[in-house]
């Protein structure tokens, strides 16, 4: 009987040590450990690979210390050799008004002077992105398609899927303030400028969609203020108006009352 | 006849004119508010203009309300006025959009009596930091159970030696008074021998019973070598992608933005979270604390940017060697994959980010649609190209979806029909064509 009770002691010491040694887990912060670690690092800098964590050492000269930041100033990424394509790419010819320094947090970079308020500027802007035309069927499908969904990730959730101000952040009122596309006046070009650099309480989206995104949305949101824009009727009726109107959608972005957010 | 219809017809038009006007006039102050001046005013909060809360009664007492209501109209006639309105002009950088005729003097009253019937919510529910010293709690609990573990495991080896002892002790005593020399010179290795060997069944069972179990977590532990699922890093900011994604209905693609044009799906950088948080500041103490990490990496002092950032350094979730290539952009513009479909549905997820297990991803609408069903774990390679063999490359979804890949796939048909149709047929087979079969398990494609 006594020699049973010591062998349930034994076990039981058995038992207790493997929990305890299993316990050991480590940094719930570490990814854990890696089969072959000399395999697992590139040579070469990738994006959010923490260099200060390898085979299980931590070097604090390579540790990461940096978040995403911002593109910095006047960087052009490559877009390959399609010069229409490049042109839409070249830096943006308005700069931002100079009180982007402290409601947009332009720092560190060149801003218009005061007395230039390049919003105006902008108003004459034309959209250098060519419409396909709507007998190019599939091509025509892509374009108003891609811009749909374009609209949808970056825009919706405040603007709403018909740009009437409704997305699901107004909707549930975690955000107030956002505008019906119908009641601002805006061209093209300040579309453009709004997007690009922000407006009032929106923030600068230049760092989330490239400049031919930019003026993709600008049509898109012209669609949807009119929805015959783009369409071969639409290209008529500009047509037989003539040059006083200077395109259907200026004159579509005007025909509210002139409230814009501005100030 | 036709004179008197003209005259109704006048009549009608009038009255309807004027009920017209008239429920123009009643409009609510507060809808008003929304539609033109919420863009750049909130009641309480300083955004784009100045808060309005309180600045009718600023106005009454400096200056008068003729010259309030000028102002909306146009705040340039008013600063001309007033030296009160002057001096507010200079107040904030952008000017004020001048609304002229557009309203009443009523509305515009309208307008201020809804702003100062509003109440603020600061938000003070006794929240405190209770999440955050709750998060520690838990943390130490852990750990103390681990301290418990060892303390217990201290007190049984002392109470197994002190008895053992003792025995020892005993069995000295009664070797002195026996006079039994054999056992008085056995050490403790002679009689744990001579113990083992008298109960010899019992012992080999239990080392049997022993090696098993240290044999399995053996392997159990090799082979959880490199296992991701349910890692779950702690970050610098609690982020709740429920509340993002989920309820305020945001797209992965907007924070995540660069998922459709790289091999990475970016980490937003502060200027994202600043699109929205410029304006949402939270409402519990708790959300405040955390935007307010924001704030400090993006400048913001709550008026203005001060160009002081601080960068946020988030922890890395989804972890691939070096050795596999894995590119989103492949997967989601080109596969048309829906995010959840690897990631989980992140709009239930409310603690900070994890790399979601199998099951959960089972789950997931998206996968069943596809007839996609994980068996291996997250992130392992067995979970790739399982997904590689089960998927469908149909020109169906991709012609819905993605017209701009419609023409890769359909010439890669076209080619199977025109050089290879036997092979083609033999694709066709399960009535889809997979991954796997265009490749999608060939090395190379992961591994150069």
């Not at chain 1, 309480?201 to 989330?208: D, N, T, V």
Request: glycine share 10%; charged share 20%; net charge negative.
């Amino acid at each position: 009987m006594k020699m049973k009770l010591r062998i349930i002691g034994s076990l039981a010491i058995a038992a207790v040590s493997t929990l305890i040694l299993g316990s050991c887990g480590g940094d719930p912060d570490s990814p854990g450990l890696e089969y072959m670690p000399d395999m697992y690092r590139s040579p070469a800098v990738e994006p959010y690979v923490d260099y200060g964590h390898i085979k299980e050492r931590e070097n604090p000269e390579l540790k990461t210390r940096l978040s995403a930041m911002t593109p910095p100033n006047g960087t052009i990424p490559y877009y390959g050799t399609d010069s229409a394509e490049v042109y839409l790419m070249l830096p943006y010819k308005h700069k931002a008004n100079d009180e982007f320094r402290e409601t947009h947090g332009m720092y560190g970079e060149e801003l218009s002077p005061k007395s230039i308020n390049t919003y105006e500027l902008a108003a004459t802007d034309k959209n250098p992105l060519a419409l396909p035309a709507e007998s190019d069927s599939l091509a025509y499908k892509a374009f108003w398609k891609g811009a749909e969904k374009l609209f949808v990730a970056n825009c919706a959730h405040c603007h709403g899927e018909k740009g009437d101000g409704n997305g699901p952040m107004m909707a549930n009122e975690t955000y107030t303030g956002v505008p019906d596309y119908k009641n601002v006046a805006a061209t093209e070009g300040q579309m453009f400028y709004s997007i690009y650099y922000g407006k009032g309480a929106m923030g600068s989206h230049r760092s989330i969609v490239n400049k031919k995104e930019i003026w993709t949305l600008v049509h898109y949101i012209q669609r949807l203020l009119n929805k015959d824009y783009g369409t071969a009727d639409f290209e008529a009726e500009a047509d037989t108006e003539g040059e006083e109107a200077e395109g259907e959608e200026v004159a579509d972005g005007e025909e509210s009352e002139g409230d814009g957010e501005e100030g | 006849m036709f004179r008197n219809f003209n005259k109704w017809c006048l009549a009608v038009m009038t009255i309807l004119f004027l009920t017209g006007s008239y429920t123009a006039q009643a409009q609510d102050g507060g809808t008003l508010f929304k539609a033109n001046c919420a863009t750049c005013h909130h009641p309480f909060n300083d955004g784009t203009g100045p808060k309005l809360s309180g600045v009718r009664d600023a106005w009454l007492e400096n200056a008068d309300e003729a010259t309030l209501i000028l102002w909306v109209r146009n705040w340039q006639d008013a600063a001309a006025q007033s030296s009160y309105a002057q001096q507010r002009s200079t107040l904030k950088g952008s000017a004020m959009t001048a609304f002229g005729d557009k309203w009443t003097d009523e509305q515009i009253l309208s307008i201020f009596d809804w702003i100062d019937a509003q109440v603020q919510d600061d938000g003070s529910g006794g929240g405190g930091d209770a999440g955050g010293a709750e998060g520690g709690a838990t943390e130490e609990e852990e750990s103390s159970l681990g301290w418990i573990w060892i303390a217990l495991f201290a007190v049984f080896a002392t109470i197994i030696l002190a008895v053992g002892g003792v025995r020892r002790q005993l069995k000295h005593a009664q070797v002195e008074v026996e006079g039994d020399e054999e056992g008085a010179t056995a050490s403790y290795a002679d009689e744990l021998k001579k113990w083992a060997w008298l109960n010899r069944k019992y012992v080999g069972l239990g080392a049997l019973v022993v090696v098993i179990a240290l044999l399995v977590t053996l392997f159990q532990g090799l082979y959880s070598i490199n296992i991701m699922e349910g890692y779950q890093p702690s970050q610098p900011i609690d982020f709740p992608h429920q509340t993002h994604a989920g309820i305020n209905g945001i797209d992965c693609k907007y924070c995540h933005n660069t998922v459709t044009e790289s091999k990475s799906a970016s980490i937003p950088s502060v200027n994202v979270c600043m699109n929205c948080h410029k304006q949402i500041k939270g409402n519990e103490p708790e959300q405040q604390a955390k935007i307010q990490k924001i704030y400090d990496a993006a400048g913001w002092d709550g008026q203005k940017y001060t160009g002081k950032t601080k960068p946020i350094v988030w922890n890395k979730v989804h972890n691939l060697p070096d050795h596999v290539y894995f590119n989103h952009q492949q997967h989601v513009v080109v596969g048309g994959l829906d995010c959840a479909q690897c990631h989980g549905d992140m709009t239930k997820q409310v603690e900070v980010a994890k790399v979601q297990t199998h099951e959960e991803l089972n789950a997931v609408q998206a996968n069943i649609d596809a007839g996609i069903n994980f068996t291996k774990a997250t992130l392992t390679m067995g979970w790739c190209i399982e997904c590689h063999n089960q998927a469908t490359i149909a020109p169906g979804i991709l012609a819905d979806d993605n017209p701009q890949t419609l023409t890769y796939y359909d010439e890669i048909h076209n080619r199977l029909v025109k050089h290879n149709k036997s092979l083609y047929s033999k694709f066709l087979d399960d009535d889809k064509v997979s991954p796997r079969e265009l490749g999608g398990w060939e090395c190379a494609k992961c591994h150069y």
